[in-house]
């Protein structure tokens, strides 16, 4: 699945350039990139009709549900629109790099854009779900980046703690409080919006914490985030204020199509999209999440090293 995964990157950065040297727009590059995401099936299933069916589940069997749910393209057609980011930095000689990144508007859903369920799921599951898309998760900056310019910011809504957290019954609830408050401030589905969710990040901890997920974000609306970078749950674990926001691994680098696993890996370019320095075969960070089946964590000496 990886080299597949990888193969399409190239495929499409090659596809880009000449796209590029024809004349095409960003808006139709936008297109393009999201060409890896099925189409809805007719007949899909509503959010709520999927919610309905993984009533009382948890764990592996909930999470292959999803992913078989999100890998035949039941999410809804807004988050195939994807926003722009812009990360820039100026180095020591005063050179400005500037990298343009395109993530989806909200966190992966299932259903259509009438009625859909804001979707947690754990490390496996979200990078399967990634790779197949062409996509990957962002790393802390990015998420901070995604923050500032959101079109909308949400007011983050925790649920009282418990075991409880990782019911179905918790992920309908919450979702239901972030729709009225999207509602209320008149935000339509398709604006970059966040705030409402902790995301699901890459970083280089999960390189010497395999068998771990990393989770940071839901930002206050000062952009101070309630959750610093964690490392503590297993792989498996997800509860209602996760959300998965997937990254084109194609983004524009000074204007021109790149990988950005290249940047990611690239000492001098590595600090526009992280503050972690660079990483040697970035791709790795999310590549850890799946090599098990869903639910099954990865053992310590099958992690790579950076």
């Given at each position: ?84 980011v812009h990360l820039s930095r100026t180095s020591g000689d005063g050179r400005t790099t500037t990298v343009t990144l395109f993530v989806m508007p ?13 979707i947690p799921m754990g490390l496996n599951a979200a990078t399967a779900i990634a790779d197949q898309f062409g996509f990957t998760l962002p790393t802390k900056k990015i ?164």
């Open positions: 699945m990886r080299r597949k995964a990888l193969c399409l990157v190239v495929i499409l950065l090659c596809s880009l350039l000449s796209f590029f040297a024809f004349g095409g727009s960003k808006g139709d590059m936008q297109a393009l990139l999201v060409k890896g995401i099925p189409s809805r099936p007719a007949g899909g299933m509503s959010g709520s009709e999927f919610a309905r069916s993984i009533h009382g589940l948890q764990g592996t069997d909930r999470e292959q549900m999803i992913v078989e749910q999100l890998k035949a393209g039941n999410l809804p057609d807004f988050l195939r629109r994807l926003a722009s909200d966190y992966l859903s299932i259903g259509s854009n009438q009625d859909f369920i804001r998420v901070d980046a995604i923050f500032s310019q959101s079109a909308v910011t949400l007011k983050p809504e925790p649920l009282p703690a418990g075991a409880q957290m990782r019911s179905t019954a918790y992920y309908l609830t919450h979702n239901k409080m972030i729709r009225d408050q999207r509602l209320a401030l008149g935000c339509p589905l398709g604006e970059l919006i966040s705030g409402h969710k902790k995301d699901v990040v890459m970083t280089t901890r999960l390189a010497s914490r395999p068998g771990k997920i990393a989770i940071y974000g839901w930002h206050r609306p000062s952009g101070v985030p309630i959750q610093p970078l964690s490392t503590v749950h297993g792989s498996g674990y997800a509860d209602y204020s996760h959300g998965i926001r997937l990254i084109s691994t194609t983004a524009l680098l000074d204007g021109q199509p790149c990988s950005i696993w290249a940047i990611l890996e690239d000492p001098a370019l590595a600090g526009v999209l992280s503050d972690e320095g660079a990483v040697r075969e970035a791709w790795r960070l999310t590549a850890l999440g799946h090599r098990r089946p869903i639910g099954e964590s990865l053992d310590p000496s099958e992690a790579p090293r950076f």
